[in-house]
């Protein structure tokens, strides 16, 4: 079993940053693809970004490339999220992910683990 807690969300004003921690209790932490997710009010969950159980490989929706950055500390269980530039758009839950399968992060249906969410609000 693995539990994953979410944390690092807030209010910012736009065109600045936060950090988003993912934290992992439970085995096999190190051998899952990780995923960040988010959902906006009023629309569906969509994918942000992933990364492979090495750390090696990562993905991004278009829309955040160059603006955010995935990795994760496999020693402390832990993934992140470093947001840059944020825009109001940014603005939604962000959710992390857990699986144990080839590194297709964008693929919602098969993650096994979710966290609760945390609260990331950009304001203009």
């Known amino acids: 079993q693995v539990q994953l807690v979410e944390s690092g969300g807030g209010l910012v004003q736009a065109g600045g940053s936060l950090r988003l921690s993912c934290v992992a209790s439970?085995?096999?932490?190190?051998?899952?693809?990780m995923g960040w997710f988010r959902q906006a009010p009023g629309k569906e969950r969509e994918f942000v970004g992933g990364?492979?159980?090495?750390?090696?490989?990562?993905a991004y929706t278009d829309s955040v490339k160059g603006r955010f950055t995935i990795s994760r500390d496999n020693a402390k269980n832990t993934m992140y999220l470093q947001m840059n530039g944020l825009k109001p758009d940014d603005t939604a839950v962000y959710y992390c992910?857990?699986?144990?399968?080839?590194?297709?992060?964008?693929?919602?249906?098969?993650?096994?683990?979710w966290g609760q969410g945390t609260q990331v609000t950009v304001l203009s």
């Open positions: 439970g085995r096999a932490f190190s051998r899952s693809v």
């Open positions: 992910g857990a699986k144990k399968t080839i590194f297709r992060p964008v693929d919602e249906y098969d993650y096994d683990y």
């Open positions: 990364i492979s159980w090495t750390g090696g490989s990562t």
